[in-house]
Nanobody
Framework: QVRLVESGGGLVQAGGSLRLSCAAS????????MSWYRQAPGKERELVAT????????NYADSVKGRFTISRDNAKNTVYLQMNSLKPEDTAVYYC???????????WGQGTQVTVAS
């Protein structure tokens, strides 16, 4: 059974930091591109950051470049999102996603709420 479990969300003041984690089980983690998405109320889900299976070559949405950092630890089957200089517009439910493009497989976590107070 595949599970992606996010943690680390919460309430933070503007300018603060949070570190999200997504622990995966039931998959060969290193095969999967890992991504963080977010969805704010009344808005579509948007891609925040992506990291390939072996790490390196990360990509970010323009809105978070220079503030967020995605990383992964394949030994722990975990992907992280370090979020610094948070803004109220970063408020959303954050989801992790695992993609194995070769096999056309993808899985989503249940999401974790991030709220940034002004």
């Amino acid at each position: 059974q595949v599970r992606l479990v996010e943690s680390g969300g919460g309430l933070v003041q503007a300018g603060g930091s949070l570190r999200l984690s997504c622990a995966a089980s039931g998959i060969t983690f290193s095969r999967y591109i890992m991504s963080w998405y977010r969805q704010a109320p009344g808005k579509e889900r948007e891609l925040v950051a992506t990291i390939p299976g072996a790490g390196g070559n990360t990509n970010y949405a323009d809105s978070v470049k220079g503030r967020f950092t995605i990383s992964r630890d394949n030994a722990k089957n975990t992907v992280y999102l370090q979020m610094n200089s948070l803004k109220p517009e970063d408020t959303a439910v954050y989801y992790c996603k695992a993609d194995w493009t070769t096999a056309a497989l993808n899985f989503w976590g249940q999401g974790t709420q991030v709220t940034v107070a002004s």
